[in-house]
């Protein structure tokens, strides 16, 4: 069940664009791309004891707030726990929408149709088994059926991906080695 999620991290990374070193913010500025509306961070001094990050969808906009009060590697995981949620719900609405095209023969085919993971993410929130996810859900702070667990685990999952790409060698100068350093990077760091 993990190996499901890491490959589907990694496929939403790559569809992104995104390569090391990782960098949050750019990885939600590609992700506002890809959705087509503003997505704004914003540090606000949230109050303890209480969420330490939140999402909030608007009609046309998206934003993601998180705690000021703390390190820069705790705001990383708060951001990308709240693009866990944004991206479990882009995977729900895309699996509605098919199951509704399914039903309306005469829609117009979306050429993107065939390119959207609908067995992906939601699937995979409700049940977990592995040491990993056990670590992880004494971290959960809701009790809503899992996906507060599922959602931190792909902020761990990015995260531990990114720190095991740090500790390899820096990038070379060339943009074709990089490349390659990118796309071995990427497999080591998914082992
Ligand atoms: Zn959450």
């Known amino acids: 069940m993990e190996k499901d999620l890491h490959r589907l991290i990694r496929r939403e990374l790559q569809d992104l664009?995104?390569?090391?070193?990782?960098n949050v913010h750019d990885l939600?500025?590609?992700?506002?791309?890809?959705?087509?509306?503003?997505?704004?961070?914003?540090a606000a001094p949230l109050p303890k004891p209480g969420p330490s990050g939140m999402w909030a969808e608007y009609d046309t906009y998206?934003?993601?707030?998180?705690?000021?009060?703390?390190?820069?590697?705790?705001?990383d995981g708060i951001i990308l726990h709240e693009v866990?949620?944004?991206l479990v719900a882009e995977k729900e609405r895309a699996a509605e929408d098919s199951a509704r095209e399914a039903e309306t023969p005469d829609?117009?085919?979306?050429?993107?149709?065939?390119?959207?993971?609908v067995e992906g993410w939601a699937a995979l929130m409700p049940?977990?088994?592995?040491?990993?996810?056990?670590?992880?859900?004494?971290?959960?702070?809701?009790?809503?059926?899992?996906?507060?667990c599922a959602v931190e685990?792909?902020?761990?999952?990015?995260?531990?991906?990114?720190?095991?790409?740090?500790?390899?060698?820096?990038?070379?100068?060339?943009?074709?080695l990089r490349r390659v350093e990118a796309?071995?990077?990427?497999?080591?760091?998914?082992?």
């Open 153 to 176: 685990l792909v902020a761990t999952i990015i995260l531990e991906w990114s720190a095991l790409l740090a500790s390899s060698t820096p990038p070379a100068d060339d943009p074709a």
């Open 84 to 86: 866990g949620h944004i």
């Open 28 to 42: 939600c500025e590609r992700l506002s791309r890809r959705r087509g509306r503003p997505l704004f961070l914003r």
């Open 107 to 117: 829609s117009t085919p979306d050429g993107d149709a065939g390119s959207v993971d």
């Open 62 to 75: 998206d934003v993601i707030l998180y705690q000021q009060e703390t390190t820069e590697l705790h705001q």
């Open 127 to 148: 049940v977990f088994g592995t040491e990993a996810v056990k670590r992880i859900a004494q971290r959960c702070s809701y009790d809503d059926g899992g996906e507060e």
């Open 17 to 22: 664009g995104v390569t090391p070193p990782l």
């Open 183 to 191: 796309a071995l990077g990427d497999r080591r760091g998914w082992l």
